[in-house]
Every structure is written in C-alpha cells, then in structure tokens.
C-alpha cells in the first residue's frame, strides 16, 4: 500500500491551496504558512522520489542545482539578493516533511531563528 501523499504534494496537485510565488516544470514554490522572517518561501520539487536534500544531491544533483537557482531567483526578487537557504534533513533537526525542500529566508532575521518543516 502506498504511503499518503505528503503535504508538498498535494500543493502540487492542487488538493491544497498555496500562495505559490513561482511554478516550473519540476519545481514549485509558495509562502511558508507560518514565516520565521520577513520573506520565507518554500521551494519544492514535484517529485516525491526524495525524503531530504542529501537523498537529492546523490540521486538528481541538477534539480539540486534548480532549487538553489530559483532560491537566488526568489531572493533577488523579495529581498535583494540576501538570504538563506536552509535544508532541515531528519527529525532531529527539525524535519517534519519528509519530501525535500528549500527554505529561502530574507528581509531582516529574528536573531535566533530556525527554519523548520
């Protein structure tokens, strides 16, 4: 039997609506429901076939490649080309959806503050 679908890919389906801020063929990306800085965008790509970015990097490094080009893309759009991009990769470090994704965070950080998801 097939695990549930994660959250991720019901956004993509269109089972969950999202404030989508940029749409390609393989790759999504919308505002995080709950922002932890001024800009936090999620990107996400369409395919569940990867659990974290380390699964990523060793199975398609060049849609490891997009996600961080359209990171910079987003960044330089909604906060001047300054921000992080942040990977939560297990539980332990704050990983709560297991289909890869970006975090892009800009536009002044709450001193402390931790992406997580």
């Known amino acids: 039997m097939p695990a549930e679908?994660?959250?991720f890919s019901k956004i993509v389906a269109g089972e969950i609506p999202a404030d989508i801020v940029r749409d390609t063929e393989r790759?999504?990306?919308f505002r995080d429901i709950a922002p932890q800085a001024p800009v936090h965008i999620l990107v996400?790509?369409?395919s569940e076939a990867y659990r974290d970015v380390v699964e990523?990097?060793?199975g398609?490094?060049?849609?490891l490649a997009e996600m961080v080009a359209m990171g910079h893309d987003i960044a330089r759009e909604h906060c001047d080309g300054q921000f992080r991009l942040v990977f939560n990769t297990g539980e332990q470090a704050g990983q709560?959806?297991?289909h890869v994704h970006a975090h892009v965070m800009g536009g002044g950080l709450a001193e402390g503050s931790l992406a997580s998801g």
Request: charged share 10%; hydrophobic share 60%.
């Open 5 to 7: 679908p994660s959250i």
């Open 27 to 29: 790759l999504i990306a």
């Open 44 to 46: 996400v790509p369409k």
């Open 56 to 58: 990523l990097a060793a």
């Open 60 to 63: 398609d490094p060049s849609l």
């Open 96 to 98: 709560t959806v297991f």
